[in-house]
């Protein structure tokens, strides 16, 4: 336990001396106590992706309990149009590990995740937070794999332009300053990310930078660690309102939209994904990729139509998806290739004594490399509803694992190399494609909403609500329609501008 504490920047853990998934109700109480914490805020997601706040000022030790106890009731109605007026009523029920101390506010704050329950005192069916568990217990139950997941979150910063050190355009990839300017925004970020409780992997600048007029646009990312299921998703919407909140902080804009104009770079939610058991990763078998990861790869590329309905959520989203990008339309995988749906990252399967190299003078050690594996899926956005996104990604992956012609369908989906390369042109043309428009992406949904509803890990009702949802955008023929329309494009972009 000492090594789970050591060197972690959350000052709960730290004081506690405690990792956050043993955390007690009487262990926020003492922190709350020995630090004089004067507010709680309960935090949960809403139908539009964002964290929702309930404030408590605390007035006594009791209080705090009973508030730490009970939770509270909240209007479901007000916040998934899913649930009736009549019977809105909701609890929302702390849980303790997701515990942080407020890295904005000035009077002393503890923020608590919290999870949504029914009048008779039972997980809400239909809360996404709720599905996910579900999706990963039917993967533990029909598989014995668990699921770890970590997301890629890119973004860009709005702001006045500043005419030292101008970058070139679209060549901001890992650029330092003075080229690019947010680079403490981003690392004051990252810290206040990993005081919460996120497992950050490294935070970078991004291909996309760009100007107009007097306005300067810097793309960013932050790369997470892969961990369980349901923490990536909950350190994923954490991440997304410290970033919102510290621009506001900073007077700029920021936004997590796929799409921000034309003929300039994109930003995606890649989600890297890896099966787990005993505490190994199945990904890798003896150096190479593993049948079980080509399996959860087949899922995906299979269930690939359907899983746009979750990431990808409005008609901005398929303006990013277009063809000779880096972003994905061909439903296939490969190795190190950014072209494809599900990529196969480079891994430490190959030399392991690259460092010793590097340093001749250092002694050989143990390493875990083989954990480090992942397959990563491309095609999701900012626009991504995490929870729901990160349960039909469970669903594909048992769906994969339990497909009978799994290991065929990745031996005929995979492609080499550069898909766009004149020797994959028959195949690329056989490859199935990614859908064109939210209209499309409903369509696919209704084909394919048995996977997700198997188990009962999706209600039908909501999969019918997200259906009705993405076909009432009506843009069958809007991609094409308006593509050589740039001030149509921006009118869109702007509707969607706070997306996710």
């Known amino acids: 336990m000492k090594s789970e504490v050591l060197m972690n920047p959350n000052p709960l853990v730290q004081y506690l001396n405690k990792p956050k998934e043993l955390f007690t109700k009487e262990d926020l109480i003492l922190y709350a106590e020995d630090h004089n914490i004067e ?54 029920i702390p849980r303790y590990k997701t515990a942080f101390v407020n890295p904005f506010s000035e009077i002393p704050a503890l923020d608590i995740l919290c999870s949504y329950f029914d009048k008779d005192g039972k997980p809400l069916e239909s809360a996404p937070e709720y599905i996910l568990h ?65 497992t950050l992997k490294y935070g ?37 309102w410290i970033l919102r909140t510290l621009a506001y902080k900073y007077d700029v804009t920021i936004t997590f939209a796929p799409k921000i104009t034309t003929g300039k770079a994109g930003s995606g939610l890649h989600i890297h994904t890896r099966l787990m058991k005993d505490g190994l990763n199945q990904m890798i078998k003896n150096g190479h990729l593993s049948d079980v990861a080509k399996k959860a790869i087949a899922g995906y590329l299979d269930l690939a139509p359907s899983l746009t309905a979750f990431g990808n959520t409005n008609p901005t989203s398929y303006f990013r998806l277009v063809p000779h990008q880096e972003a994905p339309t061909n439903i296939c995988w490969g190795d190190r290739n950014r072209s494809v749906l599900v990529r196969v990252p480079l891994g430490w399967t190959g030399n392991k004594d690259m460092y010793l190299q590097a340093n001749p003078n250092e002694k050989p050690g143990t390493g875990t490399f083989s954990q480090r594996q992942t397959a990563e899926f491309r095609c999701p956005d900012g626009s991504a509803d995490i929870y729901l996104l990160l349960a039909g990604l469970t669903v594909a992956a048992r769906h994969g694992l339990e497909m009978k012609n799994g290991l065929e369908y990745a031996k005929k989906t995979y492609v080499d190399v550069n898909i766009f390369s004149d020797q994959y042109k028959d195949k690329v043309n056989d490859l199935k ?57 921006l009118k869109l972009v702007e509707t969607f501008f706070h997306c996710g």
């Not at 404030?55 to 998934?80: A, Y």
């Not at 039908?460 to 809007?478: A, H, Q, S, V």
Request: charged share 25%.
């Open 433 to 489: 494609q990614l859908p064109a428009s939210c209209w499309e992406s409903a369509q696919s949904l209704e084909q394919q909403k048995n996977f997700y509803t198997a188990m009962n890990v999706f209600p039908e009702g909501l999969i019918d609500n997200i259906i009705n949802k993405l076909r009432k955008f009506d843009d069958k023929t809007l991609r094409d329609g308006i593509s050589q329309d740039k001030e149509a494009i």
């Open 204 to 240: 970078h600048s991004e291909v996309g930078n760009f100007s107009v007029g007097s306005t300067e646009y810097a793309q960013n990312e932050l790369e997470f660690l892969p961990v369980p299921l349901e923490d990536a998703a909950d350190q994923l919407m954490i991440a997304k």
């Open 39 to 92: 507010m709680i805020n309960f935090r949960y997601t809403g139908e539009d992706g964002r964290l929702k706040t309930l404030s408590f000022v605390i007035n006594s030790r009791k209080h705090l309990d009973d508030i730490l106890t009970m939770g509270e009731r909240v209007d479901g109605s007000s916040l998934f149009s899913h649930v009736e007026a009549g019977s809105s009523d909701l609890y929302v």
């Open 134 to 198: 579900k999706a990963h217990n039917a993967l533990k139950e029909k598989t014995g794999y668990s699921f770890d997941v970590m997301g890629e979150l890119e973004y860009y910063i709005i702001s006045e332009k500043e005419p030292l050190f101008e970058a070139v355009d679209q060549r901001g990839y890992h650029e330092s300053s003075p080229f690019t300017k947010w680079d403490h925004f981003r690392q004051e970020a990252m810290l206040a990310i990993a005081q919460a409780g996120g």
